[in-house]
């Protein structure tokens, strides 16, 4: 956990410095891209953990994709941050892709998920923090419902 800290505060610093030129760019993503379609989005919808390794080593993501009042909607939470909203949601051919900014420090902060079907029945994830001045890749697992 402590590592986990450490490592979303050194990216974050990073961050600070690129985030002017990540708001240019998300303004553009957003008006290119497409609400997507709950039918589009059905392989998606639920709840997922995402286990990614990036340059400061592993964190761990805890993602939902629901439907909420006809519209395709998510949520993000790790350990190191609060649970951030996610409305921003489209699909390029078969990765779902979910948008969304944050705070810290009082500096906004442009982030980019993309869950990816892969031929093995796994799905790999990626965010990409900051328009690439910081990305973590690995795995998407969904998990089970309770009972």
Known sequence: M???????????????????AAAASAASHSQSSAQVSAADAAPFMGDWTLN???????GTFDLSV??????????IATGAMATQ????????????????SFTWEGNPVEAV????PVDDG???????FASGAYTMTGTAAKKEKKQ
């Open 52 to 58: 990614l390794q990036g340059p400061n080593g592993p």
């Open 85 to 100: 909203q996610i409305s921003d949601v489209s699909r390029a051919e078969k990765t779902l892709v979910l948008r969304y």
């Open 113 to 116: 998920v993309s869950l990816t």
């Open 122 to 128: 796994k799905v790999d994830a990626k965010i990409d």
């Open 66 to 75: 629901k439907l909420e009042k006809e519209k395709v909607v998510g949520e």
């Open 2 to 20: 402590i590592r986990l800290t450490v490592a979303s505060t050194a990216l974050i610093a990073g961050l600070i410095t690129c985030s002017g």
